[in-house]
């Protein structure tokens, strides 16, 4: 079962792939199936219950006015910031909730977009994950129309109570199956392919060449908007922390100190690149999960070293860029697809080792890849990454994706491109397999106390004074 690289790299809003596009997408689907099941009007009501982390961290990860946007029927690849802004200055004004109203069936329902009508259970965690979300939906006479639960299981993937997650799968014509990284060092061995070419052969199984390089460009072009962005604000990041944005600072005084672009910058640049993303995700801009929205600097970081860096673009066409860029994603897809097949991109679930962790490594594998990487160097770099980002907590100070997350991104960027070139200056045979070191993170993970793992009940979360 291969997961497209449109699933692990999606276009959304920040803050949090886990906590604002998942339960944007749950509340979507579940407004969808009152539309279609001839409901929608009927509905007089509604009654929202958060669990686990998505309620312990929901308020400063921006989880309920997403939650309000899905049912509104939003979807979370089109919407645009300005355009949720717009719905959040309206709910602040007194408006009520427009039930389904991108789905031409608008019912006005009241509902406190300041959490009164949305019930937390930070310390209930339902069976299936910590990520829990309960929608109901009633009549004028209060009787139950519909009564859904979902689980926001990492990357903007939600799974329906009673359903496999959302995702799509490539496995009905999939030429090259894998679920290990063993398995696909076999396929590349067996086909004479890399593993982007295999990566690529898998998503053509479901939709023509043309069309998936248009995407894979799309999700590009929107990392690079996302960095641009950020270098066109100013002042404090919202949430009340007052963190100061530092992104525009530091790309003024680069373009000043390296002017000749020397490779002895390289750091300095890729650290802007994080640091700039992660900060238009935390302002709640439109981000790229890759493969979360909390580490989703590290893959645009580490590509702007790849494009600008590696002798296999330095001072090359855009058009050669633009097919390195291509490759360098396609890599990163196929090894994101071990770690959620095999263990968790949750930070809810395992810790920030299974998001910044996980990027990190599919990063190193995408640029040890643009290198001109084996197949088993490529696999060598991902395993590099992951090694040193092990026992990494998520303890966002206030609930937010800012305080460690912007600057974990930048120090996580940088291992990976260190774990690129050790593993280029190796055969690729290592001691310690990628295999190995994804089933360490997930045990790791399972024994990691929960509040680590996105509750701000530990960490950082509780030794910083937030004010």
Same mark, same amino acid.
């Given at each position: 079962m291969y997961l497209s690289i449109f699933d692990l790299f999606s276009v959304g809003l920040g803050p949090s792939s886990s906590h604002t596009v998942g339960p944007l997408r749950?509340?979507?689907?579940?407004v969808r199936r009152l539309h279609d099941g001839g409901r929608l009007a009927s509905v007089g009501g509604l009654r929202v219950d958060v669990y686990g982390s998505l309620a312990a961290t929901g308020h400063g990860h921006g989880t309920f006015p997403a939650i309000l946007l899905g049912l509104e029927g939003f979807r979370v690849e089109e919407i645009l910031p300005e355009q949720a802004e717009a719905r959040y200055a309206a709910w602040d004004a007194g408006a009520p909730l427009e039930l389904g109203a991108q789905l031409d069936g608008a019912v006005a329902v009241?509902?406190?977009y300041h959490v009164k009508d949305m019930i937390q259970h930070p310390l209930t965690v339902l069976p299936r994950h910590t990520n829990g979300l309960r929608l109901q939906a009633f009549d004028a006479a209060g009787e139950v129309l519909a009564d859904e639960i979902y689980f926001s299981i990492g990357g903007g993937f939600i799974e329906r109570q009673g359903e496999e997650a959302s995702v799509e799968h490539l496995e009905a014509a999939e030429p090259y199956p894998f679920d290990t990284g063993a398995e696909l060092l076999q396929r590349c061995r067996e086909s004479g392919l890399s593993i982007s070419e295999v990566a690529l052969a898998n998503e053509c199984a479901a939709r023509p060449e043309a069309e998936v390089l248009a995407g894979i460009d799309h999700l590009w072009d929107v990392m690079e908007e996302c960095k641009n962005s950020a270098l066109r604000r100013s002042g404090t990041l919202p949430g009340g922390l007052n963190v100061r944005r530092r992104a525009p600072e530091w790309h003024a005084r680069l373009l000043a100190e390296d002017t000749k672009r020397d490779f002895e910058f390289w750091q300095e640049w890729v650290n802007l690149v994080a640091l700039a993303v992660n900060e238009e995700n935390a302002t709640g801009g439109r981000i790229v999960t890759a493969p979360t929205n909390g580490a989703a600097g590290i893959i645009p970081a580490v590509g702007f070293y790849a494009t600008h860096y590696a002798k296999a673009c330095r001072g090359l066409g855009e058009d050669v860029k633009r097919e390195q860029v291509r490759r360098y994603l396609l890599t990163a897809a196929a090894i994101g697809n071990l770690y959620k097949k095999q263990a968790s991109i949750s930070g809810a679930e395992v810790g920030c080792q299974g998001e910044v962790g996980s990027a990190s490594s599919m990063a190193a594998a995408g640029l040890a890849e643009v290198l001109g990487g084996t197949p088993e160097q490529v696999s060598n770099a991902a395993e590099i990454?992951?090694?040193?980002?092990?026992?990494?907590?998520?303890?966002?100070?206030?609930?937010?994706?800012?305080?460690?997350?912007? !600057?974990?991104?930048?120090?996580?960027? #940088?291992?990976? %491109?260190n774990a690129s070139r050790m593993a280029m200056m190796g055969d690729g045979d290592h001691r310690v397999s990628l295999d190995e070191v994804i089933i360490t993170m997930r045990e790791t993970g399972k024994d990691m106390l929960d509040k680590?793992? !996105?509750?701000?009940?530990?960490?950082? #979360?509780?030794? %910083?004074v937030e004010c």
């Open positions: 749950a509340g979507a689907d579940f009241p509902l406190d990454a992951m090694e040193h980002n092990l026992g990494l907590t998520c303890d966002p100070i206030g609930g937010l994706v800012q305080i460690p997350c912007i !600057e974990r991104n930048a120090i996580a960027s #940088a291992k990976a %491109v680590y793992k !996105e509750t701000a009940r530990g960490g950082l #979360a509780v030794n %910083v």
